[in-house]
């Protein structure tokens, strides 16, 4: 069965701290692996990673995708508290390349 | 509009009877995509629509749900006889093409939806 596993689930940290999200996938013909930031509810998109990117950064915000190990790491560096959010990883295959198939998410805390 | 919008942002429903969600998508998106999600998980694929067509309805967990969107633009998520299992945020996405795994799928902010 296809699935993505995000850990951990929740994390606290300090404002200044580096953290790094990890989202392990099992996917048959994959396609892509994306990142979203969730805070309140609409989810917003960070980075998507295919196996012809797959390494991306954006400011403090980056991301790898192994594709021998088949994970993928969100790194945020320096954090402040409005990076306080839940963190997804979705994927894409081939057997729907539309549909995002999110993992359950990573809950961020960064206290001042 | 600059996103994608949703409405109600709340509805508290009795359980049986039937509501509607509605979705307004980025304008020039043709791809929308309704999702569910349940506390403490992530968001689930309920249906994709290409244009005015359903391109995919497999999310659908049972025909008490149903989605239109009849000219390509707004989309309603219509669903019969609530359940209590069915309290959610229900959330659309809107991309530029869709059908595509490199199409960006954009997020309105969801309803919650409480059945009691």
């Known amino acids: 069965e296809d699935k993505v596993v995000q850990s951990p689930l929740s994390l606290v940290v300090h404002e200044g701290d580096t953290v790094t999200l990890n989202c392990s996938y099992e996917v048959t013909n994959f396609r892509s692996l994306l990142w979203y930031k969730q805070e309140k509810k609409a989810p917003t998109f960070l980075f998507m990673l295919t196996s012809s990117g797959i390494e991306k950064k954006s400011g403090r915000l980056s991301s790898i995708l192994d594709k021998k190990e088949l994970f993928s790491i969100l790194n945020i560096t320096a954090t402040q508290t409005g990076d306080s959010a839940v963190y997804l990883c979705a994927y894409t295959n081939s057997n729907s390349g539309y549909a995002l198939n999110f993992g359950k998410g990573t809950s961020l805390l960064v206290t001042p | 509009g600059a996103g994608v919008s949703q409405t109600p942002s709340n509805k508290v429903t009795e359980k049986g009877k039937y509501v509607e969600l509605r979705c307004d998508p980025i304008?020039?998106?043709?791809?929308l995509y309704w999702y569910r999600q349940s506390l403490g998980q992530g968001p689930e694929f309920l249906i994709y629509?290409?244009?005015?067509?359903?391109?995919?309805d497999s999310g659908l967990p049972n025909d008490r749900f149903f989605a239109v969107r009849p000219e390509g633009s707004v989309s309603t998520l219509k669903i019969q006889r609530t359940e209590r299992g069915d309290s959610a945020v229900y959330l659309c996405?809107?991309?530029?093409?869709?059908?595509?795994?490199?199409?960006?799928?954009?997020f309105g902010p969801g309803t919650r939806l409480t059945v009691l």
């Open positions: 304008s020039g998106h043709t791809a």
């Open positions: 996405a809107s991309s530029r093409s869709g059908g595509s795994s490199t199409d960006t799928q954009y």
């Open positions: 629509f290409q244009g005015t067509g359903a391109a995919d």
